[in-house]
């Protein structure tokens, strides 16, 4: 007699077998001395994961975006995701504005135009920028001037000194898959 129950195999994991070289990774922006804290564009970003601590996958950055704050028009060949937890945003999508606001999600599909700026009274703050794949948070890096915190006002710089900010923010975009749109 023939019971095939018995004899059923359980099908080979198509997911690959776990990388005991990686870690868990836990980021405290207000006390991890370690984490990247990024002043541009008048806002200041901390780097909570990068790229490389996710095997490639994605970058997760805190950003703290004081009343006027924001990035100018641009694009990127990646997918960026916000959610703010305080205050609210103006974003900018394809020409179009809208608002989000603490408790809402939103994603910018790779190669979109956008910008955001902060048009409240008071600071914003998106937690979870993350982008995928990761790369954004070294271009910030390599642009942006150290902090020591996460809610650090940004220097303040002079004409000569943005200027030379925005020449190496353009110099370096290419490099990181990023386009300005200037009007």
């Known amino acids: 007699m023939n019971d095939s129950s018995s004899t059923s ?6 997911i690959p077998p776990d990388d005991p070289r990686r870690n868990l990774t836990h980021a405290h922006p207000d006390e991890d001395q370690k984490l990247h804290h990024i002043a541009l564009v008048g806002d200041t970003y901390t780097v909570l994961l990068t790229g490389e601590e996710t095997a490639g996958r994605y970058c997760l950055i805190d950003m703290h975006v004081p009343p006027g704050g924001g990035p100018p028009p641009h694009r990127h060949d990646f997918e960026e995701m916000f959610t703010v937890l305080e205050g609210e945003i103006e974003l900018t999508f394809r020409g179009v504005k809208s608002v989000a606001r603490a408790g809402e999600t939103v994603n910018v ?14 600071p914003a703050r998106l ?3 993350m982008c995928t794949p990761p790369g954004q948070e070294e271009f910030f890096m390599a642009v942006g001037e150290p902090v020591t915190s996460r809610t650090a006002p940004p220097p303040e710089l002079d004409e000569a000194a943005k200027a030379a900010q925005m020449a190496k923010a353009e110099a370096l975009a290419p490099r990181y898959r990023t386009e300005f ?3």
């Open 127 to 129: 937690l979870l920028c």
């Open 109 to 122: 599909p790779a190669n979109a135009p956008h910008s955001f700026t902060n048009a409240s009274e008071r």
């Open 9 to 14: 195999s359980q099908p080979a994991s198509t």
């Open 181 to 183: 749109l200037w009007s």
